[in-house]
DNA sequence: CTTGGTAAAACTGTCGACACTTGTATCATG
DNA sequence: CATGATACAAGTGTCGACAGTTTTACCAAG
């Protein structure tokens, strides 16, 4: 809520288009829209019931958060992420959360501390693996927006959903909830609400940083060559 | 050059699109578009003798880059940029721009000190000040080119131009080049590659946050509010 | 001279159409 | 049976049009 910055009103433009884009995202991170699938305006326009307009623009949206790939023909897919890509995305999102953290510890109050207690209770009970992850990025969205910089909630939006597609690959792998170690998770959390409740925006940052490093320690399997599709490269780390 | 990552191809959509955004940002960041001004699409079209199609494209694309903002109603204008806005933008290249630095201290090679050199030279001779910023811009665009992150590249070309937004504004009150330190500039931009060059990732880091803080240093104006156009904010803080 | 209301102008969101390009299936040929 | 040319289907980039909504211009009334 810092004053002074215009609040980035979510563009109120697309209307049919933002429809386009919360389905095409969903199916494009549940898989129902494998990697590499081939997205034609006019086949998704007869989908949706709507013309080509908006589904272009739900495109060029999907590209913008890195779910699509536009090739150099126009035509558009569903883009393959790689663990190399994996390793992009967390290295992306340290900077920004711990920058996010960092001024977030300066305006922290005790609503927000209430508000992740809650989540992080809730993620000790999660049924599922993607209820558990969605409780986990919807902290992280908290802290962004308490960073109070429009900017930097900005940036996460647009590389956020192509974490969620790196968490969904994973899960189809693991499968069983069992084989996340949650109360590692959980503690971390834990460190970090204390780190932000602190007031210390160093310690908040830090604190961030090795908070993302450490939930991907798994994904150092270091296969020969990084440019395998995340998928893949992770059945093959749990064969071994 | 990181391998694995695909190299997230500039899309080869928006053939008509890829010129108006270009003619309208240039018109936008040399300020012969006010802030505040409106942007109607058929005008538009008409100034660029084409449809409504590629110009609707140019401006979803202006939106992203900050430069441009969406009315409820579906209108649009030039962003005005605040002085808080200015914060945000430099937080945000603190964050992004630190990590580039670190990775790229990690792969930083010869070639990369001679143009790094080459260009702080040119800037110590640089006629104008656009010219002396236009030099400043680059140099940083091949730090965060040098990081090997696509994603930390992307992210910091969707706030670029609303930095060299605020750069012009601030030179269309400055005007004279005297205004500017240029030798500070110099020698902070030699301490930069000096730290790139060290190979040493956690000192490239702070060596480039502490650059750009610095570098906005003149901006502790600290008027009532922060919620002044940035121009005027300007012009204030000067005159005393 | 201000104010409120109405008519005209302009703009947005969306649609269907067309030219040109790309991908694909078919078929004749070596 | 492989191969290369060829016709066909499908897709992209762009355009003009229309309905509904917002803004602006204008005029009457206080």
Not at 107 to 136: C, F, K
Request: glycine fraction near 4%.
């Amino acid at each position: 809520m810092s004053a002074g910055t215009a609040p980035f009103p979510a563009p109120h433009r697309r209307n049919l288009a933002l429809e386009a884009v919360q389905s095409l995202r969903e199916q494009i991170i549940s898989g129902a829209l494998a990697p590499g699938s081939a997205l034609a305006e006019p086949t998704l326009a007869r989908q949706f019931g709507v013309s080509r307009a908006p589904v272009r623009e739900a495109l060029i949206e999907l590209e913008r958060e890195g779910l699509v790939q536009f090739e150099t023909t126009g035509r558009t897919r569903v883009r393959t992420l790689t663990e190399a890509d994996f390793r992009e995305i967390m290295e992306a999102r340290v900077a920004l959360e711990s920058m996010a953290a960092s001024r977030a510890a300066q305006h922290w109050g005790a609503e927000d501390s209430a508000y992740l207690m809650e989540n992080i209770a809730a993620q000790s009970q999660a049924p599922t693996l993607s209820e558990l992850s969605r409780l986990d990025v919807e902290l992280h969205a908290h802290i962004m927006e308490r960073s109070g910089n429009q900017r930097l909630l900005r940036l996460w939006q647009s590389i956020r959903w192509q974490f969620e597609m790196c968490l969904a690959l994973t899960h189809r792998v693991q499968k069983a909830l069992e084989c996340t170690p949650r109360d590692i998770t959980v503690n971390s959390h834990r460190r970090l609400l204390q780190a932000l409740a602190s007031g210390k925006p160093e310690l908040a940052a830090r604190t961030m940083a090795s908070h993302i490093e450490n939930s991907m320690e798994w994904s150092a399997s270091e296969t020969s060559t990084s440019e395998h599709p995340l998928g893949l490269a992770m059945e093959t780390f749990l064969r071994r």
